[in-house]
């Protein structure tokens, strides 16, 4: 069995309490390896190796185009390492290998991305209105940024916040989920392997509570990047706000996914599925409200439950099953409770709505891919984040309808919208109160474009040129050209 230490100032470091605890792979349920649990101690000793690295050496001094090359190099690595990255992440998180190995492979973009507009940070000189004064800005990285992601997508998630916190300069702790530790702890060889000086990126490991919450507490962290719930968001916004440090918020949704009755039909129907079953469900932009025009809805529900009742469901790393294990064992129960809440709220399962035992499944961690017609909006399904593949389907009659449902909901994550005409598909896209909008599409994500929420979905973007700014700070510099003594008891 493999055990996982933290990874502090290049180095792995054995955690000091010595304790460790198990990870397991959600298709078999077999613990295949032992993960360091972190503390408050380990929290500080990361953090210390990411400030000294912050400050002084060889990072503190590298000009940008130099920080560019490493994560350029660091984009080759990865991908000549996808498909190990992409096999390991099954076997932690239980998602499809024909879904991860693409992805990992996807990851060294982000890297090349940023690595390019690491030297194209550029400040201004700014015209003044007084006199003798040269002013101008620079953009300067923030400091240690701690890193806390969740366990559907360890190192996507972690692309999204390293590699414009890298090129920007800043130093970093990363603290992946307890439950999918594993991959964001072997990235860190690939770090070393680029060339990045040690300290730059640390990793430790924990729960939230024992060494995510200390770490967001600590005070030299001045910035903290964070996707995951919204219960943890927000502990993490309060801590921020006693120190004043800014943070990046990536949290759950409730997605519309809005089909009018002018759509490609098989295209919608495939864009319902993949908004909801592609990942088992647990991703924050499942399309978990589908609403259909009412003309089309019986006609669209027939379809969905001929293609979704086909799923093949099973072992992820086989390259032709579409839904694999719920991740973790919480996970699995909260699905079925909401299966429970919403058949207690009066809406009608159409497919599945419970375990799933059937052929092709080990473990115990396999739910059904699951419909439920007759939401009203205000059920519990059509509010909460279940984070799993249940389905709701709502019916409206109009363009406003379809809208006032859409935003109807405390999240503002992403929607879909499924129509041919372009008028509608411009107005729909400029009133969905979303961070994306995707029309005649769903689950589109790319480094070049922004990403991140409205509303309680969080706060910040992730990817695209927005990104960088969220770790810089701007400082505004005046020189005087010449000097004079000036009256001091009044401002210049
Ligand atoms: P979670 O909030 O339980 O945990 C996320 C991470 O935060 C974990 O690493 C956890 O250990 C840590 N954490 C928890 N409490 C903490 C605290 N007080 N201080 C510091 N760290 C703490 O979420 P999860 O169950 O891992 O992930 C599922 C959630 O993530 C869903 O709500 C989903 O929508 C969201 N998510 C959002 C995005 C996005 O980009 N918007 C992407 C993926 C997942």
């Not at 194209?120 to 992601?149: C, Q």
Request: hydrophobic share 40%; aromatic share 8%.
């Amino acid at each position: 069995m493999k055990t996982y230490n933290h990874f502090i100032n290049g180095v792995w470091v054995e955690p000091s309490s010595n304790a460790y605890f198990d990870t397991d792979n959600p298709y078999t349920g077999e613990v295949w390896a032992k993960i360091a649990r972190g503390n408050a101690a380990d929290a500080d000793q990361a953090v210390n190796a990411a400030k000294a690295a912050f400050n002084d050496g060889e990072w503190a001094d590298m000009r940008p185009t130099q920080r560019g090359k490493l994560l350029v190099s660091l984009a080759k690595i990865i991908e000549r390492e996808a498909s190990r990255l992409g096999e390991l992440e099954v076997r932690d998180n239980g998602k499809l290998i024909a879904e991860m190995g693409a992805q990992t492979k996807y990851l060294a973009e982000w890297y090349r991305y940023f690595g390019g507009l690491a030297d194209k940070i550029e400040g201004a000189v700014l015209p003044s209105d007084k006199p003798g004064v040269f002013n101008f800005t620079r953009y300067e990285p923030i400091g240690v940024v701690a890193m806390i992601t969740a366990w559907n997508s360890p190192l996507l998630l972690l692309a999204w916040k390293l590699a414009p916190a890298l090129a920007a300069g800043n130093t970093a702790v990363v603290k992946p989920s307890e439950f999918t530790s594993a991959s964001s702890l072997e990235f860190m060889e690939l770090i070393k392997e680029a060339g990045i000086p040690d300290g730059v990126v640390n990793c430790i490991t924990g729960t939230g509570v024992e060494v995510g919450q200390p770490m967001v507490d600590h005070p030299d962290v001045a910035k903290v990047a964070f996707t995951g719930s919204g219960v943890a968001g927000q502990k993490i916004y309060e801590s921020a706000a006693k120190k004043i440090m800014p943070v990046t918020l990536e949290l759950g949704g409730k997605s519309p996914n809005i089909v009018f009755e002018d759509a490609d039909f098989e295209a919608a129907v495939m864009g319902a599925i993949s908004g909801i079953f592609a990942a088992t469900g647990q991703t924050c932009i499942a399309g978990s409200r589908l609403l259909v025009q009412q003309s089309i809805h019986d006609k669209f529900v027939k379809r969905l439950l001929e293609v979704a009742g086909a799923a093949k469901i099973g072992d992820p790393m086989s390259s032709d099953t579409h839904v694999g294990p719920v991740t973790t064992q919480p996970q699995y129960e909260k699905i079925l409770h909401y299966m429970n809440v919403a058949r207690e709220d009066g809406a009608t399962c159409v497919l599945g709505g419970g375990p799933y035992k059937g052929e092709g499944v080990k473990g115990n961690r396999f739910v059904e891919p699951t419909i439920f017609t007759g939401v009203t909006n205000d059920m519990r399904i059509a509010q909460e984040e279940v984070f799993g593949p249940i389905l709701s389907v709502i019916p409206f009659d109009s363009e406003e309808e379809a809208l006032r449902i859409g935003n109807d909901v405390v999240f503002g994550l992403a929607a879909g919208v499924w129509t041919s005409d372009i008028g509608r598909a411009l107005r729909m896209s400029e009133k969905l109160k979303a961070g994306t909008v995707w029309v005649n599409t769903y689950r589109a994500v790319s480094f070049m474009s922004p990403f991140g929420g409205y509303k309680r979905s969080g706060q910040g973007r992730e990817s695209g040129q927005e990104a960088i700014k969220e770790f810089l700070q701007v400082k505004s510099i005046w020189i005087a050209q010449q000097t004079s003594p000036a009256n001091p008891f009044i401002m210049r």
